[in-house]
């Protein structure tokens, strides 16, 4: 069973009752989409929980990303991201579906696939769907253009994976904090930022915020790019760095594109509405979120070159995120050893919203010392990982 259907079993809306400032079972450091279903997790579970974030709700990487519910390039990663990924990818519809029915919010999860161009490691990518039984195939320029006619010419093959989703990520922030917001078990503080942590001796007894400490039995921090920095408080090494990545997006039409087209490292996604959504660099330039001319021109380069038709359309936008940087993109969840009742969930780096209903199963499995849906090793904070990153 997948993690929306437990949770809509056990989470009934109680808009206008109000919640008590008890301890709490657990507070969550971070309000971006890792954050709050993390929470969704520990409520379903009978929780109670405060999440805190020192801005808005998924107002940082969660509202600036693609959507795109894949890995680029799947076969690349190692097989702790494959297995993660697997996990959310089989849960998002169901996910999705009773986040629209609880809130009345559309996360706008499109099931249309996604078509890679210019692979050079095919063979590699067709290996790695066997192994892991993953729809993945090789199709011809024809398929392509039956399904994408405004595609660039001379497409002679592709890739296609025919169940790949894509999600309107800032809508997905809405509904959960709507979701969230609703259910009695549930304490939402944004502009509550985490000063620091309260302990007694080596236990994590609360989190100290500029209006006081909040006390809780656990504390998990959630912060996205941040992680790395608030750990730091703690004499803690979390590899966690923030990397910039900016996006253009199109005013577009309905119909010039249905779903996720890959190419070069470079995407196009659309949305319901006809815009079409163009990522992303890849750029190590510490808590920076400014746009540049440079960024603007490579993306929009790159968008005609995929699709020449969007020149005959304004470019509406354009903004920059930062990802959670993580050695391998595998991030890291569970409890940090060196202190009790603290524990993680960051580090996603470009697949935070790819692999966001399986870490945070996994990282609620963790708090509350239950089974496991998958072997948690791979994510430990002590497990070796490899110096790149992705």
Not at 336 to 351: D, K, M, Q, S, T
Request: a neutral charge; glycine letters at 8%; aromatic letters at 6%.
């Amino acid at each position: 069973m997948v993690a929306g259907l437990i949770i809509v079993a056990i989470c009934k809306p109680e808009r206008r009752r109000k919640k008590a400032m008890s301890i709490a079972d657990v507070v969550i450091v971070g309000g971006g989409v890792i954050g709050m279903l993390t929470a969704r997790e520990l409520a379903a579970n009978g929780s109670t929980v405060t999440l805190i974030d020192k801005g808005e709700l998924a107002s940082e990487a969660s509202w600036a990303g693609g959507g795109i519910v894949s890995p680029l390039y799947p076969w690349r990663y190692c097989d702790g991201v494959t297995a993660l990924a697997s996990w959310s990818q089989n849960s998002y519809i169901d996910l999705c579906q009773h986040l629209k029915d609880e809130t009345g919010v559309d996360p706008e999860l499109r099931q249309k696939g996604l078509l890679m161009l210019s692979v050079e490691d095919k063979q590699e990518a067709l290996d790695w769907a066997h192994r892991y039984q993953r729809p993945l195939e090789e199709v011809a320029g024809d398929f392509v253009y039956q399904r994408e006619p405004s595609l660039k010419k001379g497409i002679e093959s592709a890739l296609w994976m025919p169940k790949v989703c894509s999600v309107r990520n800032p809508r997905l922030g809405q509904s959960l904090k709507l979701s969230l917001d609703s259910c009695s078990k549930v304490s939402l503080r944004p502009f509550c930022p985490m000063l620091s942590l309260a302990f007694e001796g080596q236990t994590v007894v609360g989190v100290n915020t500029p209006s006081g400490v909040i006390p809780a039995g656990k504390v998990i921090l959630c912060a996205g790019a941040w992680s790395g920095e608030l750990a730091q408080q703690l004499n803690l090494d979390l590899p966690v760095q923030p990397v910039k990545g900016q996006m253009l997006l199109f005013r577009a039409v309905p119909g010039l594109l249905d779903r996720v087209v890959l190419d070069s490292g470079r995407y196009l996604i659309p949305r319901q509405d006809g815009r079409i959504l163009v990522g992303s660099t890849l750029e190590f330039k510490g808590f920076s979120k400014q746009t540049t001319e440079e960024a603007y021109q490579s993306l929009y380069q790159s968008a005609l070159a995929i699709m020449p038709a969007l020149a005959d359309h304004p470019v509406e936008a354009q903004w920059a995120g930062l990802r959670p940087g993580s050695p391998s993109g595998i991030p890291y969840i569970g409890e940090i050893p060196e202190y009790r009742n603290l524990f993680v969930n960051a580090g996603h780096f470009r697949n935070g919203l790819v692999l966001a209903p399986a870490s945070c199963r996994l990282a609620a499995d963790l708090l509350l010392g239950r089974p496991t849906i998958i072997d948690p090793a791979p994510y430990s904070y002590e497990a070796p990982r490899l110096d790149r990153m992705h």
